[in-house]
C-alpha cells in the first residue's frame, strides 16, 4: 500500500499558522475517509478532524473547531489540515490516517479502530 507521509510540522510562536500535508491519500487505496489524529506529551493520541473522499462531510473536535481546517486536493490525492491561531497546547505530533472498511459517521470518527493506514507523524510545537 502506498504510505502516508506527512509534512508542513515545525516550531512556532502562539498565534501562528501551520499548514501540515499528507500526500498518499487516495480512495484506490483504502481511502474512502481521511483523519488527523495528534499525540501529545505524555497523553494517548486523539482525533482531531476526519473528512469523507469527496470532502462533503467533516468532522471535528470540539474545542478545535474553529481553529483547525480540513480539507482534500481530489486530483492530487493529498489530504491537508490548516491549523491556525495555535497554542502552546496544540505542541504534539500529528498523524494523518485513512480508512475504508465498515461505518464512518459522527460518532466513531475519532476511533483510531477505525483507520488502517497511518503516517509516521510530523512534530508541531507552539511556543508562549
Known amino acids: 500500500q502506498e504510505r502516508l507521509v506527512e509534512s508542513g510540522g515545525g516550531s512556532v510562536q502562539a498565534g501562528g499558522s501551520l499548514r501540515l500535508s499528507c500526500p498518499g491519500a487516495s480512495r484506490r487505496l483504502c481511502g474512502n475517509y481521511f483523519g488527523w489524529f495528534r499525540q501529545a506529551p505524555a497523553k494517548e493520541r486523539e482525533g482531531v478532524a476526519s473528512?469523507?473522499?469527496?470532502?462533503?462531510?467533516?468532522y471535528y473536535a470540539d474545542l478545535l473547531k474553529g481553529r483547525f481546517t480540513i480539507s482534500r486536493d481530489n486530483a492530487k490525492d493529498i489530504l491537508y489540515l490548516q491549523l491556525n491561531d495555535l497554542q502552546p497546547e496544540d505542541t504534539a505530533i500529528y498523524y494523518c490516517?485513512?480508512?475504508?472498511?465498515?461505518?464512518?459517521?459522527?460518532?466513531?470518527?475519532?476511533?483510531?479502530?477505525?483507520?488502517?493506514?497511518w503516517g509516521q507523524g510530523t512534530q508541531v510545537t507552539v511556543s508562549s
Open positions: 490516517a485513512a480508512g475504508c472498511g465498515g461505518r464512518w459517521y459522527s460518532l466513531n470518527w475519532y476511533d483510531e479502530a477505525v483507520y488502517s493506514r
Open positions: 473528512i469523507s473522499h469527496g470532502g462533503a462531510t467533516t
